[in-house]
C-alpha cells in the first residue's frame, strides 16, 4: 500500500484511473512536484500579483518549503486535513502548497463563513489544524474556531495570521522553519487524496468533496488549459475566494500544473478590479457573473485598460445572454460561462462566443450524459438528468457514505441533480435543476439551512424559503413565514444572526402568510410561494456588505 493510503475510498474504479494517465489526461505526479518543476524550469518568472506587490517563482517555493517544514515539525503529514481560512493572497498559495507537499489534505474554506458552517466543516473532516485570521472585519476568526474546540476533538492547532497574540492559538511565524533546506519531500501518490472542495450548500450541511491530486492537475488542469489560446503562460485574476470551489482553479491548476500567475486581490470591489486590471494585465479574469455586471455598471470601465485581457470566464451560476453580449462588447475579449461543480462536473462553450448551451463536454475533463430516472441514457434531443464521469471526477464525499450512496453510481459517474438535454451535435444545454438551491450572485443558498434555524423562532408556525429572481444576483431569498405575529425582516435575520448563522444567507424578502399552501400531495407548493414572493413579498430588499464569498 503507498503512503499515502488513507481511510477515504475512491469510487473511480483504479484500472479507470490509471487509463486516464496512459491516455495522458493525468500528468501522474503530485501538486508540489509539478510546481517544483516550475521552479526549476523559471524561477524568477511571476507566480503571484497581490496586494502587496509580485512575487517569484522561487520566492513563493522558498515560503512553501519554510512552511511545510513546519507542518511536519508539527506532526502534520500523510492524509491529516489541515484547513485553510485565508484571503486571497501569496501565504494563501503557499499553504496549499506546504499541505500539498507534506502529503496533508488541504481543506480551503472562504473568510465570512459563519460558526456553524466552521464548526461543522471542521468537526466533519475531523481536521488536525487550521490556519485562519486573528480578524476579518471585526470578527475574530481564530478565536472563535478555538473557543470551539471543545467539539472537535481531532483539532491539535489552530494557527492564527496577524499581528495580534490569540489565547490557545499558534502564531504563523511560530510554524515557519528558518530555512526552507529543513524540508525533504517524500514520495507522494499522484492518485491519493490532496484536497477538499467545500459547497456552498444545496443540503443543511455544505458538502465535501475529496479529489486526488491528480483530479486537479488532470481534469481541472485541462479544462482551464483549454481556455488560453496565447502564447504566453496564463495569468489569472481570481476575483472569487481560492478557498472556493472555483478557487481550486488557482494554486493546484493555474500554478502548480499550468506555471501561470495569479493576480490577487483580498476582496472584491468593481473601481479597485478595474485599476488592478490595468496594472497587472491578467490574460483571464475569473469570477461570477454578478461581479461581471457590477464592473459593467461602473462608470470607472469606459477609462479602464483592459486589453490585455483574453478571456472572462464565469461560474457559480448561469450566464445570461445579455450579460454576455454586453461583455463582449465593452471588454472586447471572449466571454466564457462555465457548468461546473464541486460535485465534479464541468463543461463550458470554450472562447469561440456564448451560443446558450453549456458546451461540448471534453472527455480530458469529464464525460457527460444524460440519463433517465432508471439510469439509462436519454434519446439525443430529449431531458435527463446529467450525469458526469471523468479525469476531474472525485474520490468520494468526505466522511458522508450516505452522499456516497445516493450521488455515486457503483461505476463512478456522479449524480448532478440538473436536467439537461444533449443536441445532435453534442452540446449539453441546461434546462432546470431538481436540487433546492437558490443562487444568488454565485453563492449557493440552501433553503432547508435557513428554514432550520427559522423554525426555532418562537412566533413562527411554519415557514419555507424560495427564490425570487434579481437583476443583479440572479435570485434572492424570501422567506415565507406562516405567522400570527407582525414580524418583520430585520426580526427575522436578528434570529439568524443570534444563532451564528452568516450574513450572506439571509433572507431579503419576507412573506407573512396565516398557513403555508400545500400542493395536491401535501407538501408545501413552492411554485406557488415562489409567485406569491415576487408579488407580495413584504420589506425592502436589505443591502449586503459584499458579495457573498467574496471578501
Not at 131 to 158: F, K, M, N, Q, W
Not at 220 to 237: C, K, Q, V, W, Y
Not at 272 to 292: D, F, N, S
Not at 357 to 386: M, N, Q, W, Y
Amino acid at each position: 500500500m503507498n503512503p499515502t493510503a488513507t481511510r477515504h475510498t475512491d469510487h473511480i474504479p483504479a484500472d479507470l484511473r490509471r487509463s486516464w494517465a496512459a491516455a495522458g489526461y493525468y500528468p501522474d505526479r503530485d501538486l508540489y512536484s509539478l510546481f517544483r518543476g516550475h521552479v526549476e524550469r523559471d524561477p524568477g518568472a511571476p507566480a503571484v500579483l497581490d496586494a502587496e506587490g509580485t512575487v517569484s517563482y522561487a520566492e513563493l517555493d522558498e515560503l512553501t518549503r519554510r512552511l511545510a517544514a513546519g507542518l511536519t515539525q508539527f506532526g502534520i503529514g500523510f492524509g491529516d486535513v489541515v484547513a485553510v481560512q485565508l484571503p486571497n493572497d501569496r501565504l494563501a498559495c503557499a499553504v496549499d502548497l506546504a499541505v500539498a507537499a507534506v502529503g496533508a489534505i488541504a481543506l480551503p474554506f472562504p473568510l465570512g463563513r459563519g460558526d456553524r458552517d466552521a464548526e461543522s466543516l471542521l468537526r466533519r473532516s475531523e481536521a488536525v489544524a487550521v490556519l485562519t485570521v486573528a480578524d476579518h472585519h471585526g470578527y475574530p476568526c481564530a478565536a472563535r474556531i478555538r473557543e470551539h474546540s471543545g467539539t472537535l476533538p481531532a483539532l491539535r492547532a489552530v494557527i492564527v495570521v496577524g499581528d495580534e497574540q490569540v489565547q490557545g492559538c499558534v502564531p504563523i511565524h511560530a510554524l515557519l522553519a528558518p530555512q526552507a533546506s529543513e524540508f525533504v519531500q517524500k514520495a507522494i501518490d499522484p492518485d491519493g487524496p490532496a484536497r477538499i472542495l467545500v459547497t456552498s450548500g444545496s443540503e443543511a450541511e455544505p458538502k465535501m468533496v475529496l479529489y486526488s491530486h491528480n483530479a486537479l492537475s488532470g481534469g481541472r488542469g485541462a479544462m482551464m488549459a483549454g481556455l488560453h489560446d496565447g502564447p504566453d503562460a496564463m495569468r489569472n485574476f481570481f476575483l472569487v475566494p481560492l478557498a472556493s470551489a472555483f478557487g481550486s482553479s488557482g494554486t493546484p491548476v493555474t500554478l502548480a500544473t499550468l506555471g501561470g500567475a495569479l493576480v490577487l486581490r483580498p476582496a472584491f470591489d468593481p473601481v479597485a478590479t478595474l485599476e488592478a486590471i490595468a496594472l497587472t494585465r491578467p490574460t483571464h479574469l475569473l469570477g461570477v457573473p454578478t461581479m461581471l455586471r457590477m464592473l459593467l455598471d461602473s462608470p470607472a470601465i469606459h477609462d479602464a485598460d483592459l486589453s490585455s485581457l483574453r478571456a472572462v470566464v464565469l461560474g457559480g451560476s448561469a450566464l445570461d445572454p445579455d450579460t454576455a453580449r454586453r461583455a463582449r462588447e465593452v471588454l472586447g475579449c471572449a466571454v466564457v460561462g462555465l457548468y461546473g461543480s464541486a460535485d465534479g462536473v464541468s463543461c463550458n462553450g470554450g472562447l469561440g462566443g456564448y451560443d446558450g448551451s453549456v458546451g461540448r463536454p471534453d472527455p480530458a475533463v469529464v464525460d457527460i450524459r444524460v440519463i433517465d430516472s432508471d439510469g439509462a441514457t436519454v434519446p439525443t434531443g430529449s431531458t435527463g438528468e446529467v450525469v458526469a464521469r471523468g479525469p476531474m471526477s472525485p474520490m468520494c464525499y468526505v466522511n458522508s457514505p450516505d452522499l456516497d450512496a445516493s450521488l455515486r453510481t457503483p461505476d463512478g459517474w456522479t449524480r448532478t441533480g440538473d436536467l439537461g438535454v444533449i443536441d445532435g451535435d453534442g452540446r449539453l444545454t441546461l434546462v432546470g435543476r431538481r436540487k433546492d438551491v437558490v443562487i444568488r450572485g454565485g453563492l449557493n443558498i440552501s433553503p432547508a439551512e435557513v428554514e432550520s434555524v427559522l423554525i426555532t423562532h418562537p412566533a413562527i408556525r411554519d415557514v419555507a424559503c424560495v427564490s425570487v429572481p434579481d437583476p443583479l444576483y440572479g435570485e434572492r431569498v424570501c422567506a415565507c413565514v406562516a405567522t400570527a405575529a407582525d414580524l418583520t425582516l430585520a426580526d427575522v435575520t436578528a434570529h439568524l444572526a443570534a444563532s451564528g448563522m452568516e450574513p450572506r444567507k439571509f433572507p431579503e424578502r419576507l412573506l407573512l402568510l396565516p398557513a403555508l399552501p400545500l400542493g395536491a400531495a401535501g407538501k408545501v407548493d413552492r411554485q406557488a410561494l415562489r409567485e406569491r414572493a415576487v408579488n407580495e413579498g413584504t420589506d425592502p430588499v436589505l443591502p449586503q456588505q459584499r458579495i457573498p464569498g467574496n471578501d
